[in-house]
């Protein structure tokens, strides 16, 4: 039933009833390849099983297979892997009946492979504090680089990153008031005198698209004296900033933002995972919500629900992983269509 689920959601099934239709429209394929001696699973059977299955512990069901795919993504590259951690709100999925709120997962993404590599479902919005943590604590970040924004500028996830042997790249706002200010004023500073008074490190470069130019500028600096907040931080050696100046239709607009790091001076690194951080929203959220209708979801069952968007997760690494010209929604229209295409995504070989 799970391996149904799994192909079912892949193919274009949104929840329960799409996934049974789907199952019962292709059961001669599916019996030719799975032992089913209870028949083809009902609506209702596959609503139970997701209901019931405890989401953590169906995530690990899948760890190898995301591993392996991580691990060949990271051989093709000698770069780092960025890990990039947010969180996603599932905005049609309250139940005001039951005085539950939409529900909201956060999600851990590595950005080169194209991989999701679990997700934990916060109580609402303010909570993604709390289980930032715990996420990180179930996936593996050993030799990555782990991004997170302002929400997660936390001591506690610092420390789970270094225990975890990889380092991090944490966007810094007014949550933390001191360290913020004085990582902002120092560096203000210095760009005012073009840094002539410290070493720096620096990067640059242009994006053009959809009628916009942008203009990224980035600076990483060894931790100074002048940040005497920063010292209380598990191994944090550098600040910085990525300023990015964009036009559009005539009109120009700035965007500045702080940053607190475990990484040596390399601004061309550091661009890279502030860059890979901002990607997660096109690479996955998008993704979830315009190919796979997450946020159209009304599956009131909090379990079902979380079990279901980590399926949606999965298809996404999936398809990811076949390199194709057509974008992710025709693939996932293609798997949809054929059942040849569904059986390669998943590496089974044509019927």
Known sequence: ML??????VIAGADGPRSIAIWVEAHADWLKKRLELPGGIPSHDMIGRLLALLKPSAF??????????????????????????????????SHDRGKGLGPLCLVSAWAVRAGVSLGQVAAADKSNE??????????????????????AGCQRDVAEKIIAGKGDYVLALKGNQERLHEQVRDYITTQLENDFDRVKVERHEEEAKGHGRLDKLFYYQLKLPDEVPAGEDWCGLKTIGVAIR????????????????????????QFAG?????????????????????????????????ENLAWLKRLAVSLIKQRKSKESVVMRRRMTGWNVNFLAEILGLGRS
């Open 129 to 150: 504090i709390v289980v930032f943590p715990e996420l990180i604590a179930q996936i593996d970040v050993s030799k990555a680089i782990v991004t997170l924004d302002a």
């Open 59 to 92: 995530q690990q069901c899948f760890d190898e297979w995301l591993t392996a795919m991580r691990q060949e993504a990271t051989n093709e590259s000698d770069a780092r892997e960025i890990i990039a951690i947010d969180g996603k709100t599932l905005r049609r």
């Open 245 to 268: 100046i964009s036009q559009e239709n005539g009109r120009e607009t700035f965007d500045t933002r702080y940053y607190i790091s475990s990484l040596k001076p390399d601004a061309k």
């Open 3 to 8: 391996v149904i689920c799994v192909l079912a």
């Open 273 to 305: 995972a502030v860059r890979g951080h901002w990607g997660i929203d096109n690479s996955l959220h998008w993704t979830l919500d315009v190919t796979f209708r997450e946020d159209e979801s009304r599956l009131r069952n909090r379990i079902a629900a």
